[in-house]
């Protein structure tokens, strides 16, 4: 089992896409294809 966390924010403009783009989601949909169990953690920021 893989453990990825992704960044929530309640701001999220064109920086923070740049910067915190959906990295955990495509490691996420290739691992899971190799038949890996994933789980993402969300963790908040203010």
């Known amino acids: 089992m ?3 966390g992704k ?3 309640s701001y999220e403009g064109l920086l923070w896409r740049i910067l915190h783009n ?3 989601l495509a490691v996420q949909r ?3 294809w ?3 169990p ?3 953690v969300a963790a908040r920021l203010p």
């Open 38 to 40: 994933v789980h993402l």
């Open 7 to 9: 960044v929530l924010s």
């Open 30 to 32: 290739r691992l899971q």
């Open 22 to 24: 959906d990295t955990a």
């Open 2 to 4: 893989v453990m990825a």
């Open 34 to 36: 190799a038949g890996i």
